[in-house]
């Protein structure tokens, strides 16, 4: 069987800005994307913290070392400058396999730099 599992997150970016007239997606920092491992053109889920909406979109890279998080087209009416937002990510993958991976989470500061790393633990459950 296969299962749809959390693969990677940025966790708490702060959205750099937006732009109604671009066609679609999200910009995000390259090297984010990289740590992140989130290809261009891959979808994510973004999550707003400020205002609770959910939006699925696909990850486009901008400038390494920028800290851009830059939603665009019609997703860019839904977050503001400054808000808190989470980009997650999604694989499928055999039940077995699911049950010993470990998914990649990126913390940033408010500049959206990265922290440094920390792995996301499994409880003795194995739950997250």
Known sequence: ?????????????????????YEGSIAVDKTLLKLADILPG?????????????LITYAIPAPAGSGTMLLNGPAARLGEPGDLIVLLTYTWMATAEAKQYKPTVIRVDAKNEPLPKTAVKKKENGRL
Do not use: D, Y
């Open 42 to 54: 891959e979808q994510v889920h973004v999550l707003n913290l400020n205002n609770g909406v959910r």
């Open 1 to 21: 069987m296969q299962r749809l599992i959390f693969k990677s997150k940025i966790h708490r970016a702060t959205l750099t800005g937006k732009s109604l007239e």
